[in-house]
């Protein structure tokens, strides 16, 4: 299997893109820190990875998304599960206190993540077929005052899913 992993230095990704050497898939491991996704890459090699290529990436550059699922499918030959695994939990009494913090966080975890949603989204239905995850939480399914922030943007992304599910 061909698999796009998007975050891949994130600790639940990490843990996937292992289980997925050991069963000897391909992956294309995007982040944020090259170093990291060296090591990381050189780890899923010795765990029995077939294929493991890298792309250093801040998620935010929303214009280099259709260069990020060109470079995976031509690198892996098609994409057979894109698993988007980036995010980050604000500081809450920051986000209260500064839209620029705000701004920042939704960023991340908001407009980045649209934005791979619809380009996967778009790709997958041309290639016919695959599958696409993304880490949500269960932040999103009320607001909590310790947190509300990083739930709204969690809760945005699961309903987006639940539309976007029933178009594909």
């Keep these: 299997m061909n698999i796009l992993l998007i975050g891949a230095n994130s600790a639940i990704a990490t843990a996937m893109a292992r289980l997925y050497a050991l069963d000897g898939h391909s992956l294309f491991l995007v982040g944020r820190d090259l170093l990291k996704l060296e090591a990381l890459r050189d780890d899923l090699v010795v765990r029995g990875a077939e294929k493991v290529a890298l792309l250093e990436l801040d998620i935010t550059h929303t214009a280099r998304h259709p260069e990020l699922i060109e470079r995976a499918s031509t690198n892996l030959g098609s994409v057979d599960l ?87």
């Design 82 to 168: 894109a698993l988007i695994c980036h995010g980050l939990l604000p500081d809450q009494a920051s986000c209260e206190r500064d839209f620029v913090a705000l701004k920042a966080s939704l960023e991340v975890n908001v407009i980045s993540t649209l934005s791979l949603l619809v380009e996967l989204g778009n790709y997958l239905e041309t290639q016919g077929g695959g599958t696409l995850a993304t880490i949500t939480s269960v932040a999103g399914d009320r607001g909590r005052r310790s947190n509300y922030v990083y739930g709204a943007s969690k809760a945005m992304i699961s309903t987006f899913l639940e539309g976007l599910r029933g178009r594909l």
